[in-house]
């Protein structure tokens, strides 16, 4: 089935779509970074695991990165090699499995390396361990997503680090971005090198982390190809390796829902869809932030309903604070229509849930040139139940 990208008019039920021109134009000035800037750039699970485009990812790049066991798994199984590893707290349960399905293997705290490096040593003679460090340092305004917060449990601060690392110490890991532009990498590098440069003597890579935003159409490329240039002229032994996950899903597509209902109550109008945004789209409620609406005009202040055409949108959950105020339309919104919530492709399909046992949106590729739909999963009732079997 064709379909019509402005309007997805084809499309009569919750989807979430990918379009492959937009995904392989993100991938492609991705790819170009990293080889102009002669850094590794890979894939972030936590912000997008759409296996089934992988294939799509691996004529860009190479590598993945997990933060559990599922996502280790992942790399391994599906994207077909090992990851780049971190997490908050390896388990002794699952540290052997973790350490097989890992090229790197980064440690929060220097107790955990101590307890469980040998293990996963044992189980992988050829990973390559590294430190997650604390900059205490972030531009990132909503605490939610701060991790160098005060009171982090994410790293290890200077003050915390023997002037001799442990031997088998290849690299560094930090991560104190999000979603933002070169220039906050470049206030933060400066911050980094500035406490952690003694150490970049003994250790072999260090890996940048996520939230380089380098697909938003303001970022400014040449600022950051530049930087890690710069960066390499003085730390030449050190590869550099970044893992943004936003940057690949960037507008590469939307959530697709349709209205069920209209109804209002003491002079409210609020359209009932047939997704949620606590099960299909939770960052607009944690952050918060209103979704941009094909279509229509975001209000978030001085609401006035009795201006025509101005909705809260309402999701199909019994949770009462599910729904966002306000957008104003250009119409009265019928029954059956289309709502378009864009660039719903990064940090969605990977946090969703299956909260009272909604229907959850199908995930769906629009393919180049031929504007082809190719439905990548549909969701049943059977999912919903088999989740808790």
């Given at each position: 089935?064709?379909?019509?990208?402005?309007?997805?008019?084809e499309?009569?039920?919750?989807?979430?779509?990918?379009?492959e021109?937009?995904l392989?134009?993100?991938?492609?000035?991705?790819?170009?970074?990293?080889?102009?800037?002669?850094?590794?750039?890979?894939?972030?699970?936590?912000?997008?695991?759409?296996?089934?485009?992988?294939?799509?990812?691996?004529?860009y790049i190479?590598?993945?990165?997990?933060?559990?066991?599922?996502?280790?798994?992942?790399?391994?199984?599906?994207?077909?090699?090992?990851?780049h590893?971190?997490?908050?707290?390896?388990?002794?349960?699952?540290?052997?499995?973790?350490?097989?399905?890992?090229?790197?293997?980064?440690?929060?705290?220097?107790?955990?390396?101590?307890?469980?490096?040998?293990?996963?040593?044992?189980q992988?003679?050829?990973?390559?361990?590294?430190?997650?460090i604390?900059?205490?340092?972030?531009?990132?305004?909503?605490?939610?997503?701060?991790?160098?917060?005060?009171?982090?449990?994410?790293?290890?601060?200077?003050?915390?680090l023997?002037?001799?690392?442990?031997?088998?110490?290849?690299?560094?890991h930090?991560h104190?971005?999000?979603?933002?532009?070169?220039?906050?990498f470049?206030?933060?590098?400066?911050?980094?090198?500035?406490?952690?440069?003694?150490?970049?003597?003994?250790?072999?890579?260090?890996?940048?982390?996520?939230?380089?935003?380098?697909?938003?159409k303001?970022?400014?490329?040449?600022?950051?190809?530049?930087?890690?240039?710069?960066?390499?002229?003085?730390?030449?032994?050190?590869?550099?390796?970044m893992?943004p996950?936003?940057?690949?899903?960037?507008?590469?597509?939307?959530l697709?829902?349709?209205?069920?209902?209209v109804?209002?109550?003491?002079?409210?109008?609020?359209?009932?869809l047939?997704?949620?945004?606590?099960?299909?789209?939770?960052?607009?409620?944690?952050?918060?932030?209103h979704?941009?609406?094909?279509?229509?005009?975001t209000?978030?202040?001085?609401?006035?309903?009795?201006?025509?055409?101005?909705y809260?949108?309402?999701?199909?959950?019994?949770?009462?604070g599910d729904?966002?105020?306000?957008?104003?339309?250009?119409?009265?919104?019928?029954i059956?229509?289309?709502?378009?919530?864009e660039?719903m492709?990064?940090?969605?399909?990977?946090?969703?849930?299956?909260f009272?046992?909604?229907?959850?949106?199908?995930?769906?590729?629009?393919?180049?040139?031929?504007?082809?739909?190719?439905?990548?999963?549909?969701?049943?009732?059977?999912?919903?139940?088999?989740?808790?079997?």
């Amino acid at each position: 089935m064709k379909i019509d990208t402005t309007t997805y008019k084809e499309i009569n039920r919750p989807m979430y779509i990918i379009e492959e021109a937009r995904l392989r134009n993100n991938l492609r000035i991705i790819s170009n970074v990293a080889k102009r800037a002669d850094v590794e750039i890979i894939l972030a699970f936590k912000a997008y695991a759409l296996w089934k485009t992988f294939p799509i990812f691996r004529e860009y790049i190479s590598s993945t990165t997990a933060s559990s066991l599922s996502e280790a798994r992942l790399a391994f199984d599906k994207f077909g090699s090992k990851a780049h590893t971190f997490s908050p707290a390896y388990t002794d349960y699952e540290i052997e499995e973790i350490a097989a399905c890992s090229s790197h293997l980064t440690f929060n705290s220097l107790t955990q390396y101590e307890r469980l490096h040998e293990t996963a040593r044992k189980q992988n003679p050829e990973i390559s361990f590294g430190l997650r460090i604390n900059p205490e340092y972030s531009e990132i305004e909503t605490d939610i997503y701060n991790p160098c917060a005060p009171g982090t449990r994410f790293g290890v601060s200077a003050d915390k680090l023997p002037k001799q690392l442990p031997e088998e110490i290849d690299g560094f890991h930090c991560h104190c971005h999000c979603e933002n532009g070169s220039d906050v990498f470049v206030r933060t590098l400066a911050h980094i090198e500035e406490i952690f440069a003694g150490w970049f003597k003994q250790i072999k890579w260090i890996n940048f982390g996520g939230g380089h935003l380098m697909t938003r159409k303001d970022y400014d490329i040449e600022l950051l190809v530049n930087t890690l240039r710069e960066f390499h002229n003085r730390y030449p032994w050190l590869k550099v390796i970044m893992e943004p996950g936003s940057a690949f899903g960037w507008q590469t597509g939307p959530l697709v829902a349709q209205v069920v209902d209209v109804v209002e109550d003491k002079g409210i109008k609020t359209a009932i869809l047939n997704v949620s945004f606590s099960c299909h789209m939770p960052d607009c409620l944690e952050m918060p932030y209103h979704p941009a609406v094909r279509g229509a005009q975001t209000i978030e202040e001085d609401i006035d309903y009795s201006v025509p055409y101005i909705y809260r949108l309402g999701a199909n959950s019994c949770l009462s604070g599910d729904f966002m105020s306000a957008w104003q339309f250009d119409h009265e919104l019928q029954i059956g229509e289309n709502i378009v919530f864009e660039d719903m492709n990064h940090y969605t399909t990977v946090k969703t849930t299956m909260f009272n046992g909604i229907s959850h949106p199908t995930l769906a590729m629009v393919r180049e040139n031929t504007n082809e739909l190719e439905i990548l999963r549909e969701y049943s009732p059977k999912d919903y139940i088999e989740r808790m079997d």
